[in-house]
């Protein structure tokens, strides 16, 4: 069985695997319209997403989570493990890509930088990876910033790299955050 970073607390929330009864409020704000305006996949099928969801345990790749504040689930966060590039024979499984959704009813309350930062935790912390990236669109202010809160830099700027059905050819921003820039800003903490 595998090793799970979560439960965690953070900032008065819980993050911690999912469980059936969940499920129902996941699909509810996944497929909202205005959550879906930035993402790609503007729609999932809620049978899918109960497969999808009810496999992460088992799963040794996907450390995804359910973010909960007083008894009510309010935010889904993402963690996969990838594989970087390299050579042949480069180490595999060294990387984390992030991200999340946070309930529309619960938006602008901090939950989202919350969620980033714990999924940070998550993925050094807890399963020792060497780098994490997250990806959003550009026009997508909201999440660029919480990405920013959470401590990553941003690395790139990808002109009209993603297609959207309704929006057209929209450019695409990449943030990353190595381990030893997180145990450095770890440690900036600790000490101030």
């Known amino acids: 069985m595998k090793e799970s970073p979560w439960p965690m607390r953070l900032e008065g929330l819980l993050f911690r695997e999912v469980v059936e009864s ?8 996944r497929n909202d319209p205005g959550v879906n305006h930035f993402m790609v996949r503007t729609y999932v ?7 999808e969801w009810l496999a992460v345990p088992s799963s040794p790749t996907d450390y995804s989570c359910v973010v909960e504040r007083d008894g009510r689930v309010v935010a889904m966060g993402f963690l996969e493990i990838v594989d970087g590039a390299g050579q042949p024979g480069h180490p595999t499984g060294t990387e984390g890509v992030i991200g999340y959704i946070v309930d529309p009813r619960a938006a602008g309350q901090g939950i989202g930088t919350a ?13 020792r990876l060497r780098r994490v990236t997250a990806a ?14 959470a401590g990553m830099r941003r690395e790139r700027h990808a002109l009209k790299a993603l297609w959207h059905r309704d929006l057209g050819w929209l450019d695409e921003v990449g943030y990353a955050l190595l381990h030893d820039e997180w145990a ?9």
């Not at 450095?184 to 101030?192: D, L, M, Q, S």
């Open 45 to 51: 099928d809620p049978d899918d997403l109960r497969r």
């Open 184 to 192: 450095a800003r770890i440690g900036e903490t600790a000490h101030t």
């Open 136 to 149: 959003a669109n550009a026009d997508n202010l909201a999440s660029v910033g919480v990405l920013e809160r």
């Open 115 to 127: 969620t980033a930062r714990a999924l940070l935790r998550g993925a050094f912390d807890g399963l």
């Open 22 to 29: 969940d499920l129902d409020v996941l699909i509810s704000f």
